[in-house]
């Protein structure tokens, strides 16, 4: 797989969490959104992107891309989605729910229903937010059924995390086999200069031969310099001192530190317009040097403080 995918959730619903470095238009209608959404996908793909991460609960984005894999037709684009979060703010952006948690079979079964479209592209599906509490790692029903989906579709079962705990959840995910082989073999989870705990990680999932898809390489953004997170200023002057260097954003930088991190990973941009999209981009076209990674390694947070911070953006 190539290093850099595009994720869709902010191109799938007109609001997402996020500090706004571009201010959304409002008044932007349904097929207009569509269109827009499709120029993305379109853009990405004219830049070399063939790895596209979705779901159900990222709104238009799986419509979206089952329309643009039609006219496409490359057997060389991969998608992954996920199952268990539904998006319930119905395009209002005065919503105050945007999306529900449900890791039930009826809503995989639901789910698979319609995301099976977007097949034979699709390659990854995964549990939306695995957490311990929700008990999905325990419940053998839902189990077996991903396992015969793996199955019957030839495709690679995963999960994404998020949270403070992302490191105990895919310690136990790994483990769990049904009939007698691995059941995940994918895992997404959040990992950039400020929150590094999957480092720890890294030889397991060599080991098992594991695919890792990297998300939030900006922490929504936070890692761009900007003047609401006063604490990171450190950071923000160092970042922008190699963005210096490199003629790059720093976007890109903390994008690079995430593929530098994790060679074999896949990095995920979370470009809402082409314009970022294209900056993202500019990540691959330099390498961190050793002493920049390991300055760069030093900002890392604590996960409680790292993940406190993240709950307290808005959607917007
Ligand atoms: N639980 C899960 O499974 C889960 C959770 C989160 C994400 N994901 C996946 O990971 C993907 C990426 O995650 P993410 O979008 O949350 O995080 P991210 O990549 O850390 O942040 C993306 C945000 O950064 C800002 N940005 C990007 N490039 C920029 C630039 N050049 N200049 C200024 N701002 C820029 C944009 O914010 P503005 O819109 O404010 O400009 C964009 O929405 C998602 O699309 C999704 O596929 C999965």
Redesign the pocket.
């Known amino acids: 797989m190539e290093n850099i995918g ?5 191109i799938g619903r007109p609001i ?7 201010k ?1 238009r409002v008044d932007v209608s349904l097929p207009e959104f569509r269109k827009n959404g499709i120029g993305i996908l379109d853009h990405a793909y004219s830049h070399g992107i063939r790895f596209f ?3 159900p609960g ?1 709104g238009l984005a799986e419509s979206l891309l089952i329309e643009w894999l039609r006219q496409k037709n490359d057997p060389d684009i991969s998608v992954a989605t ?1 199952w268990g979060l539904n998006y319930v703010a119905d395009f209002n952006i005065n919503a105050t729910v945007h999306e529900i948690k449900e890791h039930s079979l009826e809503k995989l079964n639901e789910q698979w229903e319609f995301s099976r479209k977007l097949l034979p592209n699709l390659k990854i599906y ?1 549990i ?2 695995a957490t311990l509490d929700t008990g999905v790692l325990d419940n053998k029903v839902i189990l077996h059924r991903l396992h015969q989906i793996k199955k019957d579709y030839n495709i690679i079962i995963g999960l ?3 949270g403070a705990n992302q490191v105990e959840v895919l310690k136990r995910a790994v483990d769990i086999e049904i009939e007698n082989e691995p059941i995940f073999s994918s895992f ?1 989870s ?1 990992y ?1 200069i400020m929150e590094q705990s999957i480092l720890e990680l890294k030889e397991i999932l060599l080991n098992t031969n594991s695919q890792l898809i990297i ?7 936070r ?2 310099p900007n003047t609401t997170f006063k604490e990171h200023y450190g950071l923000y002057k160092y970042i922008t001192k190699l963005a210096d260097k490199y003629n790059v ?1 720093a ?1 890109a930088i903390a994008i690079r530190f995430c593929i530098d991190s994790f060679p074999d990973a896949v990095s ?6 082409a ?3 294209q ?2 981009l500019a990540a691959k076209t330099f390498k961190l040097q050793e002493d920049e990674m390991r300055l760069l390694s030093r900002y890392k947070i604590a996960p409680t403080m790292y993940w406190n911070e993240r709950n307290q953006l808005s959607w ?1």
Do not use: C
Not at 6 to 10: F, N, Q, S
Not at 16 to 22: A, S, V
């Open positions: 595009l994720g869709t959730a902010a997402y969490i996020n500090i706004r470095h571009e959304p991460d979705a779901s990222y996920k995964q939306h937010s994404t995390t998020t997404q959040t950039n998300k939030e390489s900006l922490a929504n953004g890692l761009i954003g976007d995920l941009s979370g470009a809402s317009s314009n970022q999209l900056s993202n917007q």
